[in-house]
Every structure is written in C-alpha cells, then in structure tokens.
C-alpha cells in the first residue's frame, strides 16, 4: 500500500488537474505553493475540499489551510493527527 | 461637468421593500433583511445568513398576472415586477411609440427553475417549458416580452457588476442615439447554485455582514432587481417629465489580475473610478459620497479601500457606506439596486449607513458613514466590482 | 455608423476553419445530432500551467482570441468584449449536477469560478493582462451581434480605439441532451448532417465553437473586411422581418439587387426555418444565397460563423461551392448580408462590406 504522504501526492495531481506533473517529481518537503507547485488560493480552496472528502476534516477558517498546505509531509502529519476516516 | 443622460423612472424588488418607497422607508429606519434562509431548502442553511424576498413563486406569478403554464423563472418574475415600476414611474404606457430597449444584467438567470426541475425534466413533460429558461438571455427576453419592448434586447454577465454595465450600456446608446429610451438594470434570484457556488469560495459569512469592519467574515447573499428608465434629451422635450436625477459618468475595466479575487492596490477598481470621472468631466472632488461596492469580504473591502485612497487621497476620501448588509449581496442587480439608492440619496439628500461597523481595519483609517446624515448632495459615486476581474463605477448628479 | 474594419478573424468550428490556408474546400461530414468542434492544438497557444483550469469554451475563446490578434498584428487590444449563449456550461452543468447528487456536499470552488458567464473574457484579459473595458453578452441567438454592436459604439465614441470581439460556445453533454426533449434538437440517431437544409423533422443539430475578430475604425493593411450595420430584433413575424431588412437597406442607401450574396442562418428546423425561407423567395430570388449551419451545426453563437464566411469571401472574392443553396452566381463580392434567428427569436441583420486595397 502506498504511504500517505504518496497516496497525497496522487490525490493532488488528480484533484488539481496537475496533467503535466508526476507523483516522482513532487518532493516530500517542497513547498506547494509559491516557488514549489506554484498553487494558488483556489488551489488551497481545493485542498480543504480533499482534507473533508477524503479524511473527514473540516476546516472553517481558509487561512488555515496556509500552514497545513506547506508541503505534503506537513499535510500527511496534520492528516494523520486529525483524520476521521 | 458632462450633460450626462437622464433618468425618468427606478423600480425596485429588493429583501427590503417591494417598491422605491418601501426600500425608502427600510433604509431611513436602518431596517436590515438579513436572517436565516427561509425560501429555500439547504444543507447550508444554519452556517450563513441571507436576504430573501419574502414572496413565493406563486406570489409573483399572482402579481403579474402570469397563466399556469407561464416559462417565467423566479429571476425572470423579480425582473419584471421591478422594470414595470420604473415604466410606471416613467409614465410609459405606449412602448411601440418610441425606440426602446431593454437591457438587463444577471448573473444565474433561470438557474432558480433549473435546479428545481433539472432531474425531472425527462420524466415530466410538464416542466419541459422550462428547459430553456436556464439562459440568462431567455430569463430577459421573456421579460422584455412580458413589457411589450421587441426590438434591441440583451443580456450583460459580467457576475456582480452586471446591472452596472446595463445602466452603461444604456446611457452609451441613448447619448449616441440609437435609442429613444431604455430601461437598464439587472435581476438574480437566490438559488441553491449560487449558495454553493460561494459557500465553495469560503466566502459567506455566518453572520449579518460588516462591510468595512476590522473583523468582517464574509458576505450575505441576496436576490433583488432594480431598473431605471433612461431617456434621450430629444424625448424630454416632447413629454416634459420630472427627471429624477442624471447619469453623468460611467466606466469599466479590468483588475487582470485573478480569476475571482481582486489585486490588493485595487488596480481596477482605481482604473474604473478614474475614467468614471473623466467622461463625468470631474474632479475627485466633485464627489459628496461614494455608495461602496463593501461586500463584506476581506479581500474586497481591503482592494477597495485602497483604490479610494488612490483616487481621492490618503485624507480627502468623501463619505462613504455600503448598504450591502441592509440586502445582501444581490449580485448581478447590485449594481441596479444601488444605483436606485445613490438615486434616493439625492432626492432625499441623505446618506444611508453602513451597518453594524464597529472596528476600522488596520490597514487603513477609512471609516464609513455610520449612522443616517443628512447632507446637500450634489453627486454620487457608485461603485460594483465581479468575478473575472470586472469592475465598474457609475456617477449621478441631482 | 462608423466604419468598423475587420484586421483578424479566427473561427473554431466543427470544421477545420482555423486553418488559415482552409476554405471549406474539404468537409467533415457529421452524422449524429450533437458533434463537436475541430480541436486545433490548444497547446500551442496556451501555456500547460494555465490551462489546467481550463474548460473547453475558455480554451476555444483564448485560442482564437491569440489567433486573431496576431492576424491583426496586435499584441494589446484596448477592450475585450465576449458574446456567448451559455458560459461554460460545462463546467455549470458538472457542478449544478454534483449540488444535486452529492446534497450540496464535497463542491470544490473551480468549476463554480467557470461557471459564470464572463470566465472567458475575464481569462482572455488575464492572459493578455488587458486591463481595458471587459463585457460579455448573453442574448441567446443574437450574443455575439451585441458584443459587436457594443464594439461599433465604441468605435464611434472613440476611433483610436482597436478592439477584440468574441462568440463562444461549448455543448455540454446533458444539458444538450434536455433539448431533445423540447423540440430544440433532432432526435433521429444518425443524421447526414450535410443534408441537414433538406430536413422535414423539427429541431436542428448541435455543435460549438469560436470566432474571434479585432475591429478598428481605421483601414489597415491587415483590413479584410468591414462591418457597416448590425441590427438586432428580439421578437417579429416573418413578414416584419422582410419589412426590418427592406428598411435596414434603405437607411444604407441600398435595395436588395444591391446584396451580391446573402447568407443565412438556416438549420434545419422544419418549424422555424420558414423565416429563412420566405426571405430567399421574397427579397433574394435573384440573389446568390449561402449556408453553414449544415457543416457547423447551430449554437447561439453559430451566426459568427457567417461573419468569417462573409470576410474570407469578401477578401478572396470566391465562395466555397459547399455553402451554395441556389443557382444564382454573382460576379464580384462587394456588399454580403447576414441574417439569422433561433426559434423566430433573436433576429440579426448584418451588412459586410468589401475593403478597397
């Protein structure tokens, strides 16, 4: 089975619509958004919509989301920590 | 300062008041709408709050006379209601007489009835009568129809600053002559679309909006309709009507910068207001109040704030409200139902206030009108920025 | 009304008309009720990061707007004024579909964003950083009439002024699909859409696509036609719209033995389409008539189609022998009229001129 951190990375691309990008090619600890993937606000937006659909999270505050999106290994550890299904 | 083309008649459907007077009344009492959703069924319906017209579908059909198997959508109903009042105060009775066009803004159109009857429409030929009702161009055609006006008919959807591209589209058409007369404005009925749609946004707020405010969390959405009738100089001449006020300056353009989120200069926003002075032929100060787009949401109060501080400097900003969180967010017909405000305004010479601030923000110390004022007021700037990187800015004088 | 020159054009089509040497010489015969566009290569005008988001109508809208703008050797129009029946509807239809089937569950912001009818003017400027004047009309038939309509004013307001007009629009699957069921659509399974002006069935077929044109007041060396007059009518009988053609004729000084080709908006639909033809036997017996819906299929911004049409004739002067629905031939192409209507609404009057090199 993949890890999370893996299994985020599919999830991403495919959420994103990220047609041009590998899961090889996304770094445990590079930044999503900025210099990283280079994703925006609605990115983020999409985000939260994947953190409640896949691991029942939910989030009220959208600049929540700032710290939690850092990289996908920040993302995994907020997940595992929080996650209700 | 520019001639500009003048206004004979408003009209107004809005959660405050079903006529000019009843909103009238509404904003002199600081008398707001909004409250918990009511009309319609949503899983959403204890997280935001909204301003709804409280009339039934069946209602409106019952007001305009409508026939059981009528294709008007609930924006299409609103609409109607709204542009009859204008024509009514207008004195309009002979459409045919003269060149008129109707021109109405809307951002969902029939997505009201869409939403209602989409999964049921293979099973039920009874609602195929409304399959076309989804085009926002048809929700306005069969308002157009219901008036009696044939001839030049058209949609804008530039999202929130629709109705205020109408109402310059309008003033455009009659100044260069190719129509008589024209009633502009813009219609949008709440819909579970629209909810969703900005729900998805993080948007809305859970509570009654605070434009403007330190700690404001968002808009309220609203559903309304609003329409002027705008006629050429060579018309006021032949009927001698009371003109209830000018529009002078009108003007729209582009943020360019983000598909939904304004930049954070206000770019357009500035670009808008400046060329809406330039073809009013005025100076900054020349403004005695500014009835502000003020949604309510960080991102736009904050672009807004901004482009004003730009345009009329960092100390001389004039004064200024938004009277979103009397309506909500009435979308498409925010700019319409705005203009009848800026309108009302000077008619009555007031300025209405911006509810529930308490805190300025800390990016600036602009600070809106909080309570009623009564004031000479010459001119109004009204501001309605959308989606897409639209905004538009609308100048009237007495 | 001012001049308005005609320096680029681009169309999508169901047929391979963006390509600039393509002139209808060769067809794509389609045979079902909804068909598709003809895909250029999106790639090559958009950048991959950018087009992610996407839907086929921006991509459409974005990519003859490029087109067209290097045709006319423009890098900035100064307004950007979009026509389009639907939006992206696509988008508007997934996500209407999702608040029903999923109780307004899981509904992630992008396709809402799309949803609204300015996405494509709105990315257009995004793409070009166009910070000028951005409208976008939604009047069924007559969509991208208005946007030129609004673009003439502007010409007349302020000449120095070059400005990009778009129509677009893209099927979306199931909302296409509702409109067999009220008589907008045929409902035959397989259809030789060529033979389409023939048909005795109500209804008509679908499709999509795109035109983008610059416009200017001024001539310019890349002028290859002009629009002289457009009018609009919401709502007329058949014989007051030979009335409103005979008058729009007149206030340009003209008759209809002044018209050296018309061309129509005909699709098919055995209801509707006698407005198209009590006009061919009344005004334009002895005029050269021409078609396109049968090789484009019809969509609320289809007659822009007519606008390419009539350029690319005024300019080469030749006709596609494909678009000829009589024997009439004329012998040069000066002055071409559009007209086209949906279902006896949304009427168009279109006068195209020939531009003198």
Redesign the interface.
């Known amino acids: 089975m993949a890890t999370l951190p893996e299994e985020l990375k599919t999830k991403i691309i495919e ?6 990008i590998e899961v090889a090619e996304i770094g445990d600890d590079d930044p999503l958004f900025g210099d990283g993937l ?1 994703l925006d606000s ?1 990115d983020a ?2 985000l939260i ?1 994947l953190l ?2 896949e691991y029942g999270i939910k989030l009220k505050d959208p600049k929540e989301g700032k710290l939690i999106f850092e990289s996908v290994n920040v993302m995994a550890a907020y997940i595992e920590k929080n996650r209700s299904k | 300062m520019n001639t500009g083309v003048a206004i004979t008649g408003m009209g107004i459907l809005s959660p405050i008041g079903n006529t000019v007077a009843e909103n009238l009344q509404a904003l002199q009492n600081a008398q707001s709408s909004i409250a918990t959703i009511e009309m319609i069924q ?3 319906k204890e997280a935001i709050k909204v301003g709804e017209i409280k009339k039934t579908n069946q209602e409106l059909a019952t007001t305009l006379g409508l026939s059981d198997t009528h294709r008007f959508s609930r924006t299409a109903m609103l609409g109607a209601i709204a542009a009859k009042e204008a024509l009514q105060e207008a004195n309009i009775t002979d459409i045919d007489r003269y060149k008129t066009g ?1 021109i109405s803004g ?2 969902v ?1 029939g ?1 009201d009835t ?2 209602q009857y ?2 049921r ?2 099973e039920e ?1 009874n609602y ?2 409304f ?2 009702a ?5 929700t ?2 069969t308002i ?2 219901h008036l009696g ?11 929130c600053s629709s109705a205020a ?1 109408a109402i310059m ?1 309008g003033a ?2 009659i100044r ?1 002559g ?1 129509l008589d007369r024209v009633v502009v404005g813009g219609t949008d009925a709440l819909s ?2 629209t909810i ?6 993080m948007i809305l707020s859970d509570e009654v909006c605070t434009p403007f405010d330190h700690h404001r969390k968002g808009l309220n959405l609203g559903e309304a309709a609003a329409y002027l009738v705008l006629e050429s100089d060579a018309m006021l001449q032949k009927t001698e009507k009371k003109v209830l006020g000018t529009v002078v300056g009108w003007a ?9 989120a304004s930049s954070a200069n206000g ?2 926003a500035y ?1 808008a207001m400046e060329q809406a002075l330039a073809i009013a032929k005025l100076e900054p100060n020349a403004i005695d109040y500014i009835n502000a787009h003020g949604t309510a949401t960080p991102n736009n109060d904050l672009s807004e704030g901004r482009a004003m501080l730009r345009i009329f400097g960092q100390d001389s900003v004039p004064m200024f409200s938004s009277t979103k969180a009397y309506t909500g967010h009435t979308l498409a017909a925010a700019g319409a139902v705005e203009a009848v405000y800026s309108l009302l305004s000077l008619r009555e010479q007031l300025i209405f206030p911006n509810l529930h601030f308490s805190t300025p923000m800390e990016e600036f110390s602009l600070i809106p009108q909080q309570t009623i004022q009564h004031r000479a007021l010459q001119t109004v700037l009204s501001n309605s920025f ?5 905004c538009s800015t609308l100048i009237f004088t007495n | 009304m001012r001049n308005c020159y005609i320096n680029g054009i681009a169309t999508l089509s169901a047929q391979p008309t963006t390509d600039p040497d393509h002139f209808l010489e060769e067809i794509i015969e389609h045979t079902t009720p909804i068909f598709k566009a003809y895909d250029p290569d999106y790639k090559s005008y958009i950048k ?2 950018a087009m ?2 996407m839907s086929k109508a921006v991509k459409m809208g974005v990519t003859t707007a490029k087109m067209a703008l290097e045709m006319a050797s423009l890098d900035m129009p100064d307004a ?1 004024i979009t026509g389009t ?3 992206c509807k696509q988008d508007s239809e997934k ?3 999702k ?2 089937n999923d ?8 396709l ?2 799309q ?5 494509v ?3 257009i ?2 793409t ?13 038939a ?2 991208f009439e ?1 946007a030129v309509m ?1 673009a003439q ?1 502007m010409l ?2 302020t000449p120095e002024k070059q400005i990009l007009v778009g129509g677009i629009d893209e099927i979306p699957k199931n ?1 296409t699909l ?2 067999q ?2 008589g ?1 659509l045929k409902t035959e399974e397989h259809i030789n859409v060529v033979q389409l002006l023939d048909s005795t069935t109500q209804g008509t077929v679908a499709s999509e696509g795109a035109t983008c044109i610059v416009l200017s007041a001024e001539k310019t060396p890349n002028s290859i036609a002009s629009i002289k007059a457009v009018e ?5 009988s058949s014989s007051t719209i030979q009335e409103k053609i005979n008058a729009f004729l007149i206030a340009e000084g003209m008759t209809p033995s002044d018209i050296d080709a018309v061309i129509l908006g005909n699709n098919g639909d055995s209801n509707y389409d006698y407005y198209y033809h009590d006009i061919q036997q009344a005004l334009f017996q002895h005029t050269e008539q021409l078609c396109y819906k049968h090789l484009t299929g019809d969509y ?1 911004v289809a007659s822009s189609v007519g606008f390419w049409l009539s350029s690319k004739i005024l300019q080469k002067q030749q006709v596609p022998p494909v678009t000829k629905v009589n024997a009439v031939t004329a012998s040069q192409y000066k002055n071409i009229l559009l007209y086209n209507q949906y279902q006896g ?2 009427h168009s009057i279109v006068l195209m001129q020939h531009v003198h090199a």
């Open positions: 959420q994103l619509h990220l047609e041009d280079g609605i937006l999409e919509v409640e659909k | 949503t899983r959403h109707f809307t951002s159109g997505m869409t939403e989409y999964l429409f293979k030929p195929r009568r399959i076309q989804q085009h926002a161009g048809f306005t055609q157009a129809h006006i044939n001839g030049y008919v058209s949609t804008i959807s530039t999202a591209n589209l455009r058409m260069a190719q579970k679309f969703n749609g900005f729900n998805s946004l729209n353009a582009n943020d360019a910068f983000h598909q939904t770019e357009g670009l959308g989606f897409g990187g639209n | 991959p990061a992610r988001r950007i029946g639907m939006g996500f209407l579909e608040i029903l109780d307004e569950q899981f509904l992630t912001p992008t809402f964003i949803s609204t009818h300015n996405t003017g709105g990315q400027a995004l070009l950083g166009c910070k000028g004047y951005n409208v976008t009309y939604v009047q069924e007559v969509s208005v609004d004013l007349s307001e909302s509702l409109h069921l009220d907008q609009i009518i919401s709502s007329a609320l609404k949304n």
